[in-house]
């Protein structure tokens, strides 16, 4: 449009001129996305291709990675069985806390997508108050919480029980992972109820429906894109958590996220940590494909 | 079955404390009847509607189907289904198993749903879109299919909330007949919810017009339009001419400027009242023309002409605040007449209606 513009002012439009007005259009378009496209090329996808470089590396007898040497070794080690406990160890604890958070997080979502508008933005906000203070401070308080002299411990004392001491267990990592992630269902499962159109569950419910089979029949599918959503948002970072289990657990039970914090920091095994690393990611890209497909077919 | 489709009796809708959407309202729809509630939109007939659907429960009242006592009950307990001004079909299913639902719902066995819904398929003629999700079809097939969907399960009562309100003009005639024509085959009672004053005239046998939560007359599409008794009534449907006048000796009454009118003896009344004449129940004729015995003539001047091809409006001034509205017929052995012609106005005074504000 402006870009095109002659010196005459306007004239007849040509197909040549219309072409060019339509480039300037997506010119603009890549001007605006650029410093995202900057940004994300310096610090993810160059990144990202050392890690994949660094994976298939070699180390020297002192154990400094070798930019030589190209191998596949540290790919043949993921089919350890060490390995593979550790995947299905965390696979199950991020599945578990997915579900967990799902159970939980949808009758809630209901409940606020289907009050007034005002009453909604409040307990919307509710939601989000633990994003305002840092999730680390947020995780020891769970320590204290959980921990043999925190309240829970005491109250059961003071009741005459026995101390009670969940810091440390896989019961306090669940208990934190559900914990951190449940906002990343809400939200997602809020925002899928709530564009719902209720005039196809008066629909269900004029054709013979009772409450139960309308939500089974009509609200649940419907929200579907909600739940995949959500379950990718939960599940993905709770495959990798690393905070929440070495504080909560204590580091008892190795979980991938802190066994690959562990090959670069203490056995300094830089190739193997890439190539667990990619390992994740294309696990988490195929469940990912997966769950969206299986998503998909219910709508 | 004998006893009315749908009764209601004392029914008022509040929302919160001060929005009365339906006031006390009383009606009696007969078995088998095509009833229409008609009115401008916020007038309560879309309320009254969902209150018999059991969507909305009365604040109080009693609404009774086929003497039944409807109460608090759910919507699915209901012996009545609706056709959704949005249609809202279930995205999610096919054709089919839209139409399925209500059947599989009151555990149907599978054979006979399979036969029914086919059946009512055919009706609509969408047999061969039975796969097909709604968001594939065009707004008549979905609207055919959302009609499909609540006749299969044979309801006492229909209830329709502007089912033909999305849909373009041609089509909204088609389906206009098509309505009308499936509702005397299948003897369902139809009730009708529409702001459209022509889809209640063409299609009801009886109409209740709406305004403010209030019912203000009920009659067949003839006295809907010929005998309105309110001034609402007649204002909203169709074009009307209004005239304030005042009624002395009886049968004579006396327009703002002077002139005085013969009006029908069935209106005993005296004192300020309110003309209405249709449009097209008036006549213009040259200023010479020797009008025919017993009709009212006035003098008047031709104001505006409006073209709408197979008729004429003219606004033809009277000394009136507003100008009178004449529709003559586009027909070559009818004179024509310009703005700025004197002309004279006719009509027979059975045309002219007494109204109350």
Known sequence: MLDVELEEGPTPVTPELERAAERAESRRGLFISLPGYVYLVIFFAIPLVLVLVYSFASRSSTGLTVLEGWNVESYKRLFTPLVAQIFGRSFLLALITTVICLLFSYPFAYYIATRKPSTRNVLLVLVMIPFWSNFLVRTYAWAFLLGSNGPISQISQSLGGEPIRILFTNTAVLIGMVYGFMPFMVLPLYAAIERLDWSLVEAARDLYANGATAFRKVTLPLSMPGVVAGSILVFIPSLGAYVTPAILGGARTTLLGDYIVSQFLSARNWPFGSALSFAVMFVMLVATIFYFRAGARTL | ?357
């Open chain 2, 1 to 357: 079955m004998d006893k009315p489709a749908v009764e209601l009796i004392g029914v008022t809708k509040r929302f919160g404390d001060d929005v009365v959407a339906v006031d006390d309202m009383d009606l009696t729809i007969r078995d088998g009847e095509f009833f229409s509630l008609l009115g401008p939109s916020g007038c309560g007939k879309t309320t009254t509607l969902r209150m018999i659907a059991g969507f909305e429960f009365p604040t109080e009242g009693s609404v009774r189907i086929h003497g039944a006592e409807m109460g608090l009950k759910p919507p699915n307990d209901r012996p009545v289904n609706t056709v959704f001004q949005s249609y809202a079909l279930f995205p999610h299913m096919n054709v089919y198993d839209n139409v399925a639902f209500g059947l599989r719902m009151r555990k149907v066995g599978d054979a006979e749903v399979e036969a029914r819904v086919r059946r009512v398929l055919d009706q609509v003629q969408l047999s061969r879109r039975a796969d097909a999700k709604p968001s594939q079809l065009s707004g008549g097939m979905q609207q055919r299919v959302a009609l499909a969907r609540a006749l299969v399960n044979e309801p006492e009562v229909l209830l329709l909330d502007e089912p033909l309100g999305a849909l373009d003009l041609k089509l909204r005639q088609n389906m206009e007949y098509e309505l009308k024509d499936l509702q005397s085959r299948v003897g369902i009672t139809f009730i009708y919810v529409t702001h459209d004053q022509e889809e209640a005239l063409t299609m009801s046998d009886r109409i209740g017009v709406m305004s403010d939560g209030k019912l203000l007359q009920v009659g067949t599409p003839t006295e809907i339009y010929e005998r309105p008794t309110s001034r609402f009534v007649a204002d909203f449907i169709g074009e009307i001419n209004l005239l304030p006048a005042v009624v002395g000796a009886p049968g004579v009454a006396k327009l703002a400027n002077g002139v005085e009118v013969t009006i029908s003896s069935e209106h005993p009344v005296s004192g300020q009242v309110t003309l209405a004449l249709r449009p097209e129940r008036l006549t213009l004729h040259t200023i010479d023309a020797v009008v025919s015995e017993g009709r009212n003539v006035v003098k008047a001047r031709v104001s505006r002409r409006t073209y709408f091809g197979d008729v004429f409006f003219y606004d033809v001034d009277l000394g009136l605040d507003e100008p009178l509205e004449v529709k003559e017929e586009n027909r070559p052995d009818l004179d024509r007449f310009e703005v700025g012609d004197e002309v004279l106005v006719s009509w027979r005074p059975s045309a002219a209606n007494l109204v109350t504000d």
